[in-house]
């Protein structure tokens, strides 16, 4: 079932001729319950796909926006079981949205892979990105999440050569991540040519749906995107309504700013094809 | 002499100290480093590199450096021999330079034109500084904003030397805060950046590089005792922040079964206080900064802040080598105190007439114990890895004195 629901996912987008939507969000930001209406809302206004943050102290590969978001869950408690429980929680209300957990290695190695995969398979989780685990190191994890049929979903960059694709696509399943820069979360996006070569090229090697992300802010960017691969990624622009909602004191608007913003990003991309 | 030994064969193929090590970094570094690797094991078996290497640690760096007996604090202590490695006389007063230099060459053999390095007492980011000033590549140093704050002659030296600096105020603003930003840089700028990394971890080849670059200390050491004493030492002592001074002093007496490596780690305020450096005996392993090894870490695999009166023990990981040889049990790791390091460093100074770093400071505290235990029959080389001019304002600081 999991990989399927993602399958599903991009399938549906394309038969209506446009991306998926992967939307990221940062789990215990402000707080659970918030997060959870936020994926709610996030599921509501269009994202086809839900990345769910786990917060990680050291996080290398973030800009500042998201760096913030895991400071502030961690500040209030966060906890790996807490992020599997809030997924649970939204899957007791919605079978199709495909949710992703996406973060670094150390919080899952500390519960231990096998222990993770099957916590994670119970909570209705689809998939897992980890960010600091490569293709060389993510053996134990691709393998506790095979025997509960998850998907390892790997991120390949431009930096990524045609030799390391094809290690890149051996073992992933799901969807490719492609990173659109070399570059941190937030930063800006590279130029468009390159993005559509690094995408094909991970597209052939893997036979995998191709989700690009990585500087995605605007509508526009949104639409431009998802002429070029098989689902577009938004992350820090959709945390950063988060941060605005706590300093305009009502941290409880979170989802409904989230949602806005998913929804206009929804209909660029709805309509970014044609 | 040839000291390549068994022990030689680690890191494996895969970057591994028997479960310890490895390549954990985001995609976009990966091909680079594979690069690195493949690039310094040509430039390894390249005549022309070695010899531009050695060339400059003699004339440059000021290699090799003095192996001192030190009297008095032999005379103090009551019982084994005490001699020390004198790597703070090394240009820019610590063994960082060892590896700097030798990084650095790599660079340029790569054809990089930009050096980032993270730096936490600030000797690291001297060193690289200096460095670059010496071959005109421009320098970003990162360093946590509390590193700024209590380092300041240090980070005014990087200034003088052409070096940006940019003060992390992330997470606690130390070490390894400075560490993660320099890897955010290195990812945005990895076509023309070379990351200088100063310690003994971080991904794969990093953690064997910067030993090889360092073991110039050990061997040494070992030439030097052998002529000064006719035997080796019973024991070598170093200080253990991320390892790369005490791995470096280790490596070549790795095989030579009787001399016992002996590594101190900060213990801040006290291990039971929670508030100390020593990954090795308040730590459990787990993945930070692209290697497997021991951490300071909560139960959900949150990094805990590190906390040392020496900026450049302030880490809360350690190399992957020293992991492995904790538990192989080939090395053992001991812990000092901020109360015990402020004591040593005193002590050191009026009895031998010689300011040591904080760091080695620890080293020094718990050398006294080793000489004791080893008696008068006894000889230990301890690594003075840096000297203490960067912490004369800090150490006055401590000790409620108002030089300023
Ligand atoms: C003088 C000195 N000694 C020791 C260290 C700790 O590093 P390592 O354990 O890599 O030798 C530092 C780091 O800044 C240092 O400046």
Known sequence: ?274 | MDTRNTWDKWPDENGRFGEFGGRYVAETLMPLIHDLEKEYNAAKADPEFETLYRGLMQDYVGRPSAMYFAERLTEHFDGAKIYFKRDELNHTGSHKVNNCLGQVLLALRMGKTRIIAETGAGQHGVATATICARFGLPCTVFMGATDVERQKPNVFRMKLLGAEIVPVSSGTGTLKDAMNEALRDWVTNVHDTFYVIGTAAGPHPYPQLVRDFQSVIGREAKAQILEREGRLPDAVMACIGGGSNAIGLFHPFLEDEGVRLIGVEAEGSGIETGEHAAALNGGEPGILHGNRTYLLQDDDGQIIDAHSISAGLDYPGIGPEHSFLKDTGRAQYLTCTDKEALEAFQLCTKLEGIIPALEPAHAIARVGDVAKELGKDGLIIMNLCGRGDKDVFSVAEHLGIDIA
């Open chain 1, 1 to 274: 079932m999991p990989i399927s629901r993602i399958s599903a996912a991009f399938e549906k987008a394309e038969s209506h001729n446009r991306a998926a939507f992967v939307a990221y969000m940062m789990c215990g930001d402000p707080d659970l319950d918030t997060s959870f209406e936020a994926m709610k809302a996030l599921a509501d206004n269009g994202a086809d796909v839900i990345e769910l943050g786990a917060p990680f102290t050291d996080p290398m590969a973030d800009g500042p926006a998201i760096q913030k978001a895991a400071l502030r869950s961690l500040a209030n408690g966060t906890k790996l079981a807490d992020v599997l429980s809030t997924a649970k929680r939204f899957r007791e209300t919605n079978q199709d949205t495909p949710i992703i957990i996406m973060g670094y290695a150390n919080p899952i190695h500390k519960m231990g892979y096998a222990e993770f995969a099957r916590a994670a398979s119970e909570a209705g989780v689809d998939g897992v990105i980890t960010v600091d685990l490569p293709p060389e190191e993510d053996e134990e994890l691709r393998l506790g999440l095979a025997e509960v049929d998850l998907a390892v979903i790997r991120l390949a960059t431009p930096t990524t050569t045609d030799d390391r694709m094809k290690i890149v696509a051996d073992g992933s399943s799901g969807f490719v991540y492609y990173v659109s820069v070399a570059g941190i979360t937030g930063s800006g996006t590279g130029a468009q040519t390159d993005i559509q070569a690094g995408v094909d090229r991970a597209k052939n090697a893997s036979g995998l749906p191709v989700a690009v992300g990585f500087g995605v802010k605007t509508p526009e960017q949104a639409a431009e995107f998802s002429r070029l691969a098989n689902g577009v990624v938004v992350g820090s622009a959709i945390v950063e309504e988060v941060r605005l909602a706590i300093e305009a004191g009502a941290p409880e608007d979170a989802p409904k700013r989230m949602g806005a913003l998913v929804k206009s990003l929804a209909g660029a991309i709805a309509t970014g094809r044609s």
